[in-house]
């Protein structure tokens, strides 16, 4: 989990990420339908969250190979023409109000897979499935981040010498339960964050864990009418 200010990075989000179906600051307003170029999508469309070349910004790195290994063509294919539920990850795809075409969606991603992803990504193991098999356990993932995350992260989450709060409304409020098991899945690499097998030295952690670690998190996310009232 990330070593570095992840609540402030969750309000960044909202200043520095495209508003819905728009492209990044001083890029045309949209670009042609027939224009399939990755890099030219790319940059105009994904790098102002995930940044230049997909190395990270905002938002997670889709150059990791970790995270390309966990997440097939149906779920890239989905956050982009969709949106992500519970995060700031806007639709972009015109079926859903944006403004890229089918094609358009699909050229991003074989262009993130076919630079990005490593057959050998994993070294030969097995990653936790990319969604949960089950509704965790926060009970249990109280104990599990007391494990895994509390060395960088602190006490109940509340910050500590390695790393920041990640029990803060502002973080919660951004990120969705999926973007929390994918953040613990695959890390935040270009933070410095490790994946799930690299938080306890020998002890990967497993889906369940995982699962129950997210549960625990969700549960400290506040009330929407709670985020009303501090507004």
Same mark, same amino acid.
Not at 23 to 40: H, K
Not at 81 to 93: D, E, I, Q
Not at 204 to 209: D, I, K, L, Q
């Given at each position: ?7 402030? /990075? ?9 508003? =819905? ?9 949209? %670009?042609p $339908? !027939? ?8 940059? /105009? ?20 190979? #970790?995270?390309? *290994? %966990?997440? $097939? $063509?149906?779920?890239?294919?989905? *956050?982009?023409?969709t ?9 972009? +795809?015109?079926?859903?109000? @944006?403004l890229?075409?089918?094609?358009? #969606?699909?050229a ?17 193991? /097995? ?5 949960? !098999? ?16 509390a060395?960088?992260h ?8 390695k790393?920041?709060? %990640? /029990? ?5 409020s951004?990120?969705?339960? !999926? ?12 933070? +410095? ?7 306890? =030295? +020998? ?6 864990? %995982? ?7 969700? *549960? ?8 009303? @009232?501090?507004?």
């Amino acid at each position: 989990m990330s070593p570095r200010p992840l609540a402030l /990075t969750a309000v960044l989000l909202a200043a520095a990420c495209s508003p =819905p179906g728009r492209p990044v600051a001083g890029a045309p307003e949209g %670009i042609p $339908d !027939q224009v399939t170029d990755f890099a030219v999508l790319f940059s /105009t469309n994904c790098a102002g969250c995930h940044g230049a070349e997909g190395r990270g910004g905002t938002a997670l790195s889709l150059a990791d190979p #970790v995270y390309l *290994a %966990i997440a $097939d $063509d149906a779920v890239l294919t989905a *956050a982009i023409r969709t949106g992500v539920a519970g995060s700031l990850m806007p639709a972009f +795809g015109q079926s859903a109000g @944006g403004l890229l075409t089918d094609a358009q #969606v699909t050229a991003l991603v074989r262009g993130m897979r076919s630079q990005w992803a490593r057959p050998d990504a994993l070294h030969g193991a /097995t990653a936790p499935p990319y969604a949960a !098999q089950g509704p965790g356990d926060a009970a249990r993932g109280a104990q599990v981040f007391q494990t895994f995350c509390a060395g960088c992260h602190g006490q109940g989450g509340r910050g500590g010498p390695k790393a920041s709060a %990640i /029990t803060e409304s502002a973080f919660l409020s951004l990120i969705s339960n !999926q973007g929390l098991r994918t953040t613990v899945i695959v890390g935040r690499p270009e933070l +410095g964050a490790p994946d799930w097998r690299g938080n306890v =030295p +020998g002890r990967p952690m497993t889906s369940a864990e %995982i699962g129950d670690v997210v549960a625990w998190l969700v *549960a400290q996310r506040p009330h929407p009418l709670q985020l009303q @009232g501090s507004r």
